[in-house]
């Protein structure tokens, strides 16, 4: 068993890799000397994990339904991020069709 509830969850362990992603891409983007790009990309890539995370810690279901709430937003703000960076030639097609 996980020390923690959210170590269990499907979503979390998804969010965790999709997140990793995400911060390779984001790696590269800093040798382009892209950093504002690579900052807002591993902020919300975080913000994924963080949000199910702090979320599986409530104490009702009520309550955790928002914390998922919340990244799914973040979902919506990497898609953005994703489709502008495949835009503008920094990553592959295949990249943004894995993310």
């Given at each position: 068993m996980a020390q923690f509830r959210f170590e269990d969850l499907e979503i979390w362990k998804l969010a965790i890799q999709i997140s990793m992603k995400l911060f390779?891409?984001?790696?590269?983007?800093?040798?382009?000397?892209?950093?504002?790009?690579?900052?807002?990309?591993?902020?919300?890539?975080?913000?994924l994990?963080?949000?199910?995370?702090?979320?599986?810690?409530?104490?009702?279901?009520?309550?955790?339904?928002?914390?998922?709430?919340?990244?799914?937003?973040?979902?919506?703000e990497c898609a953005n991020m994703v489709y502008i960076l495949r835009l503008r030639n920094h990553i592959t097609e295949n990249e943004k069709t894995e993310l």
């Open positions: 390779d891409i984001a790696d590269r983007l800093e040798e382009k000397k892209l950093f504002r790009f690579a900052e807002q990309l591993r902020a919300a890539g975080l913000s994990t963080n949000n199910i995370a702090e979320g599986s810690g409530s104490f009702t279901n009520a309550d955790f339904s928002n914390f998922l709430k919340f990244s799914r937003r973040s979902v919506f």
